[in-house]
């Protein structure tokens, strides 16, 4: 079966550009560029993987889609425009010619008191999405759920990918009110779900394969195989696990699966979500 990381950055590092690579992500502050993804792959048997922004800036953007262009192990890229400015069109325009850009994404989880997601103009620049054939991956923490429900439910002929699912507070096994608020989300037909960032939410030290299952088993319960897909936040995760475990952990995990159902998760999920050919 095709196996996709549906989620991993690259970087030239800078330490203005990624101020929020900290003092206790120190290991991060170097280049991470397409040999260096190539090698985690080939340690977690993937074959193919989607990169997604790090920087708010179109110049990262076209940076991802030159790099994309030259690397056939590169399926899509989520990029970042400016979707509540009057220069978006423009900037769609520019870019529409670009068969890898699959998928924007802007830092909500970032945004002071989160107020983006209910702005007039950045839901204007969300609907013109579909007119261009892009999807839209939703970053956010478990406390903006409530927020993310009613914003998708502004938009129901547009695909979100929800990152990291939605970072719930694994590190002290707390299960509620994310997991009550992700079956909410989960109803939404028109939303995937990302099985990646789960070990940077834990101790990142000290976590083991348990403290992540309860998890996995609600997105799976909430999602299903068919709107869940593999990915990895490499290299940011990092700083909690190998990539090798990493994907070890989630196949032994979804062994459990018939193939079918594995096959979805592994690749067949992400390839339908991006449109990827």
């Known amino acids: 079966m095709l196996k996709i990381d549906s989620h991993h950055h690259f970087w030239k590092y800078d330490a203005v550009e990624y101020g929020w690579i900290g003092e206790s992500m120190r290991t991060l502050r170097r280049d ?3 040999a260096h993804l190539h090698r985690a792959l080939d340690e977690g048997g993937i074959e193919q993987a989607i990169s997604v922004q790090a920087r708010q800036t179109l110049q990262e953007t076209d940076w991802l889609l030159e790099l994309a262009a030259k ?7 989520v990029g970042w425009v400016p979707l509540a400015s009057a220069q978006l069109d423009p900037a769609l325009q520019a870019l529409a010619s670009q068969p890898k850009l699959k998928a924007v994404r802007h830092v909500l989880q970032d945004e002071p008191a989160n107020q983006l997601m209910d702005h007039a103009d950045f839901n204007r620049g969300i609907a013109r999405l579909h007119h261009y054939g ?3 991956d939703l970053l956010i923490f478990e406390r903006h ?4 429900i009613a914003f998708v439910d502004r938009h129901p002929n547009q695909i979100f990918i929800l990152d990291h699912v939605a970072k719930p507070n694994i590190a002290k096994h707390v299960m509620e009110p994310w997991r009550t608020k992700i079956g909410e989300l989960a109803k939404r037909q028109n939303v995937y779900c990302k099985i990646s960032g789960m070990v940077t939410e834990s101790e990142w030290a ?14 799976l319960q909430a999602f299903g195989p068919a709107r869940l897909m593999y990915g990895s936040d490499w290299p940011v995760m990092l700083v909690a696990s190998s990539y090798g475990r990493w994907s070890k952990l989630i196949g032994a995990y979804l062994s459990r699966l018939s193939e079918a159902e ?10 339908e979500a991006y449109q990827i050919p």
């Open 206 to 219: 000290n976590w083991k394969t348990t403290d992540l299952t309860p998890y996995l088993d609600t997105v």
């Open 71 to 77: 690397d056939s192990r590169i399926a899509a890229v």
């Open 262 to 271: 594995q096959t979805r998760i592994w690749g067949a999920t992400a390839k």
């Open 134 to 136: 892009l999807r839209y």
């Open 145 to 148: 759920l409530s927020q993310a």
């Open 32 to 34: 991470f560029l397409p």
